[in-house]
């Protein structure tokens, strides 16, 4: 259903040319929605807006919104309550906010209704409406737009991409897997793979605006193209490992119920893909993993690992784990204590459990106290970071070639870049170095990052 309200509110305001205003956005979330954010600025920019830097002096802030995990509603209702002022001190200021968590019908109507000098507020579906959202503000109508159905991919929405070395490339939208204690399945809708032919065309512009690094952008990377004929993500990282130019393909996130023999083959041959796989496990308990409704066990699990490996012997994993499930037990827990043990992760982002309005796991009995979540996150991340300096240690001595993203120039000058497999060196060198790809040798290992010097 889609809900589209827009509220006259008098007087007319707003006078000025578009082209000396200034739009600031700021993002909460995931890397899907650092991409909607590009393309949030880039539909601004054809109204003539400009980029700003903060606040203070923006035209427009636009906030866009996450609701995966934590107090993510809490945070942006304070975020949002606090740019009343900036509102008082200029009533001409447009305040948007926008995003999966706009997505809720409920939780937009109630931002809507509580904070009455919002001006824009939809869900992420409707991005490509934001210019006329703009527009209606500026004639003083304060619009809440909510489309709970799937929309058609649109193409070719102008963007304006913030990663400096790296582009982000979104294949597939949406998630039809409804892990029970997710959000993304309702707030993103069902999957839907873009054409293989606009990926490899959206990459070769990229190439040809300088970029020689992307990374392809999907809930689950693995199911692109189930709903298209004759595509595969193995297929699509073959077409797009074959753009000239192309030095580093990244992608990010894979589904372990999802990794087929045919991508390690592709990962494993195509020379531009990097040798990193963030594959969430979320928990070692095959119980968990039952109820998580996952569809792989802990031995799956590992056994993808170990083809991984034995594929690619310099391939690096990270991966999501979630702890306090609803019904996890200690022995549950140690089973994930377990896996990673026996994995050997290079990092991971650990979460604690929490309940999302409308999922099957926050209605589910047996809720795990916060108290014992704390305490099994805490060992869980103590586990890792032990695991994470292990894995640090390895490298010392070993040279490889770094695509570096920036320097610093603060106190000593230290440049800092990823090898291939997504390990972060730092290193000592200048700023003409940002872009370039650097021959690094790792010599120690410093409070859990590498460093190194550019080797002979
Ligand atoms: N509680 C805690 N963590 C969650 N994640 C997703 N939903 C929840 C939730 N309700 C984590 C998962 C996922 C990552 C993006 O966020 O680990 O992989
Ligand atoms: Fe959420 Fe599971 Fe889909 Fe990932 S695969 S977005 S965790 S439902």
Known sequence: MECTNMEQKSPLRNQQMYGQRIYYIETFGCQMNVRDSETAAG??????????????????????TCCVRDHAEKRVFGNIGALKELKDENPNLIIG?????MQQQEVAEKLYKRFPFVDIVFGTNLLSRLP?????????????????NNIQIEDDLPSIRTGKINAFVNINFGCDNFCTYCIVPFVRGRERSREMA??????????????????????????????????????????????????????????????????????????????????????????????MNRKYTRERYLEIVGKLHAAMPDVELTTDIIVGFPGETEDDFFQTLDLVERVGFASA???KYSPRKGT???????????????????????????????????????????????????????????????????????????????????????????YGKIAE
Do not use: W
Not at 45 to 63: C, H, P, Q, Y
Not at 371 to 398: F, H, P, W
């Open 43 to 64: 539909l601004l920019e054809t109204l003539g807006f400009s980029r700003g830097t903060d606040k203070d002096n923006a035209d427009l802030i636009l906030f866009n």
């Open 97 to 101: 906010v926008f995003g999966c968590m």
């Open 132 to 148: 006329a959202f703009v527009e209606s503000a500026d004639s003083g109508a304060r619009t809440l737009a909510v489309d709970e």
């Open 198 to 291: 606009a990926v490899v065309e959206e990459a070769k512009k990229l190439v040809s605006e300088g970029y020689s690094e992307i990374t392809l952008l999907g809930q689950n990377v693995n199911s692109y193209g189930k709903d298209l004929p004759d595509a595969s993500f193995a297929k699509l990282l073959s077409l797009v490992s074959g753009v000239e130019g192309l030095k580093r393909i990244r992608f990010m996130t894979s589904h372990p119920k999802d990794l087929s023999d045919e991508m390690i083959a592709a990962m494993a041959t195509l020379p531009n893909v990097c040798h990193h796989v963030h594959l969430p496990m979320q928990s070692g308990s095959n119980e968990v993993l039952k109820q």
């Open 349 to 351: 982002f650990t979460f």
């Open 360 to 450: 099957r796991a926050a209605t589910m009995e047996d809720q795990v106290p916060d108290l014992i979540k704390r305490d099994r996150l805490r060992r869980l991340n103590e586990l890792q970071e032990k695991k994470s300096r292990a894995n640090n240690e390895k490298y010392v001595g070993v040279t490889g070639l770094a695509h570096v993203e920036d320097c610093d120039q603060r106190n000593e000058p230290v440049c800092y870049g990823k090898f291939s497999n997504f390990k972060m060196v730092y290193f000592p060198g200048s700023p003409d170095l940002i872009g370039k790809y650097v021959r690094v040798t790792i010599t120690n290992v410093r409070k859990n990052s590498l």
